[in-house]
Nanobody
């Protein structure tokens, strides 16, 4: 009934690391490109990392070199390894298809997972 469930967020100090997980429902997961999005207070939701159905990755300049997106189609899962975290990474992180809203999987946004980075 819930298509996307994010987990793994938390409170970390600057320079620390977190690994976010996104669990998706449905047999068609593997055909969609997926992305991690984040939304900070007062800002629009933005795409920060994306991975195609074939495994090609792309990143926003703000996270390039620090974050790594990956997927495990056998587990219907997408991951975001976040290293060298900065206070400006503080946001609610969401997963969805890329572009968002595709198929059953992308029909609804999950609740996201909060990442807070202290200085």
């Amino acid at each position: 009934q819930v298509q996307l469930v994010e987990s793994g967020g938390g409170l970390v100090q600057a320079g620390g690391s977190l690994r976010l997980s996104c669990a998706a429902s449905g047999r068609t997961f593997s055909i969609y490109g997926m992305g991690w999005y984040r939304q900070a207070p007062g800002k629009q939701r933005e795409l920060i990392a994306a991975i195609t159905s074939g495994g090609t990755t792309t990143y926003a300049d703000s996270v390039k070199g620090r974050f790594t997106i990956s997927r495990d189609n056998a587990k219907n899962a997408v991951y975001l390894q976040m290293n060298s975290l900065k206070p400006e990474d503080t946001a609610v992180y969401y997963c969805n298809t890329n572009p968002p809203g595709l198929g059953r999987i992308g029909s609804y946004w999950g609740q996201g997972t909060q990442v807070t980075v202290s200085s």
